[in-house]
């Protein structure tokens, strides 16, 4: 198994069950239709945060309520993205894309029209389902249909539409809800859903090798007991009781065990556990989530800070994210092309440190009166971002060979909703209980939601720190397996060079 930086798939065919020639016809549409998907996919994850206090006003629910909207519906599309594997191989290509689309173009329609906020999570949670098969089928998309030598290009690409979508939904709907009512969002959502669906039935074909994969659903629902038990407890320890919290999350740790065992033991398991045997894998893995902790992270503390410390109106708070999201969006690419000729040696490192050290010249900036440097400090913050989340992504997914890789991508697509609410959750806690701290030991209001924006930011430093740490290992563990491969390549050759000698002395010419 090939482990190296540089390391791309087997063969052209790209991921497990897929025929695909070098240079399958409409490749270009394909992945420019995934890549859609993908940013759809993750553009909703907190496309409606911003509208959370006229939904509170219009439908009469607290902000303990209304942050279901957001909580439920990354556990949801969690949950929901081990199934995208067994989907893809049983449903032709253009078929599952059409149908996951429309769930939630429905999703859409229902929240646009709902009554009160039972229906609107409904609608919530039918667009979540979406979410959740809509970015593996869009990331095995683009593994079937990419050539190797643009795989981290393309794979950038991806990266690079995972990235904006969470980020650039805070300024649309900053901007539309300016002008139109919250629920103009969901019928702005249904509309991007519906051309996407469209493009889909027009541009895909099938890339897969389509059977009958058998589904498990006992192995679904231990996943679904795990996920929703170890993000719940996340979310509930800073709003709620530690009792309720650990319980939550022991639970779900023991559902997890429970989910690895009969992966383990089953003849046909709902995720195949063996891309874990790989150690650069688990360690691009970890490093992409990094990478989307800190997206999330800042996303949702940011805005909160500034509108709240700084009084901007949410327009003004989402347009201080917007050049780092919009250079971000257009270096995506770059950053795989660079990991394409030169691998992850150097970039990933420096994208973490850059990482760490403008987020804490952003802290300090917090301190002082000027937004303009607050948001200009920002932005090689989040440029980093290019240069971590799409090539570890990418590291990961290339060690794999091609049986593998389908699973590979599951894992991945999971982890991104995983780091999504992880993020989220803990940024927005850290940020809610050191201000509540502050304020209770006596604090103005400004320096209350300063020490709380100091404690996110220091969550972010952290975790970028660990992601410098991961990323020499992993470059560590490419040197050591081409060691490897060069010493049982030499040894291979002095075997062969030594039975010619011995065949030629038994048999001389």
């Not at 990323?471 to 030594?498: I, P, Q």
Request: charge should be positive; hydrophobic fraction near 55%.
């Amino acid at each position: 198994m090939t482990s190296s930086v540089n390391a791309r798939p087997r063969s052209a065919e790209g991921s497990a069950g897929t025929v695909v020639s070098s240079k399958p016809r409409g490749t270009g549409w394909m992945i420019a239709v995934a890549a859609a998907a993908a940013f759809l996919a993750t553009f909703n994850e907190t496309f409606l945060n911003v509208a959370f206090t006229p939904i509170m006003a219009d439908l009469g629910v607290d902000v303990a309520t209304v942050q279901w909207l957001t909580t439920a519906y990354l556990l949801v599309a969690a949950i929901f993205v081990p199934i995208a594997n067994v989907l893809y191989h049983r449903i032709p290509t253009r078929a599952l894309f059409v149908a996951v689309t429309a769930i939630m173009v429905l999703g859409s329609v229902v929240g646009a029209l709902a009554p009160n906020f039972a229906i609107l999570l409904i609608g919530r949670l039918l667009q979540a389902i979406g979410t959740g098969l809509l970015t593996p089928i869009g990331m095995n998309i683009t593994l079937a249909v990419s050539p190797r030598e643009k795989l981290g290009m393309n794979m950038g690409i991806m990266a690079a539409m995972t990235t904006l979508g969470p980020s650039l939904a805070i300024v649309a709907s900053g901007m539309l809800l300016t002008i139109a009512p919250w629920t103009t969002l969901m019928w702005v959502f249904g509309g991007l859903c519906l051309i996407v669906l469209l493009s889909g039935a027009v541009f895909l074909r099938t890339v897969a090798e389509l059977g009958r994969p058998k589904f498990d659903t006992f192995s679904f629902f231990l996943v679904a007991i795990a996920l929703v038990g170890i993000l719940f407890g996340v979310t509930a320890a800073f709003g709620g009781s530690a009792l309720v919290a650990g319980g939550s999350g022991l639970a779900g740790l023991l559902a997890l065990w429970a989910f690895i065992a009969r992966q383990r033991r089953i003849d046909h398991p709902l995720l195949d556990l063996r891309p874990f045997a790989s150690g650069p894998f688990v360690l691009g893995v970890v490093m992409t989530m990094l990478g989307l902790v800190f997206v999330f992270a800042m996303n949702v503390v940011i805005p909160l800070f500034l509108q709240s410390a700084k009084d901007l109106p949410p327009m003004g708070a989402s347009l201080a994210l917007a050049p780092g999201i919009l250079l971000t969006v257009a270096l995506g690419p770059t950053a795989g092309r660079l990991f394409d000729r030169h691998g992850g040696r150097w970039s990933l490192p420096l994208g973490f440190l850059v990482m760490a050290i403008f987020v804490t010249l952003v802290g300090v900036a917090a301190g002082f009166d000027s937004v303009l440097v607050f948001a200009l400090l920002y932005i090689p913050a989040v440029l980093a971002t290019a240069f971590v989340i799409g090539p570890a992504q990418t590291f990961a997914l290339s060690s794999l060979d091609r049986e593998t890789s389908p699973h590979g991508v599951t894992v991945v697509s999971t982890s991104f909703q995983i780091a999504g609410c992880v993020g989220t959750s803990l940024a927005a806690g850290i940020y809610g209980a050191l201000s509540g701290a502050g304020a209770a030991s006596g604090r103005g209001e400004a320096d209350s939601l300063l020490l709380g924006f100091h404690g996110a930011v220091g969550l972010v430093v952290v975790t970028s720190v660990i992601g410098i740490v991961l990323a020499f290992l992993a470059n560590r563990s490419v040197r050591r397996s081409r060691a490897t491969s060069a010493a049982v390549s030499s040894g291979a050759d002095a075997s062969s060079g030594a039975d010619a000698s011995a065949d030629a002395a038994t048999h001389p010419a």
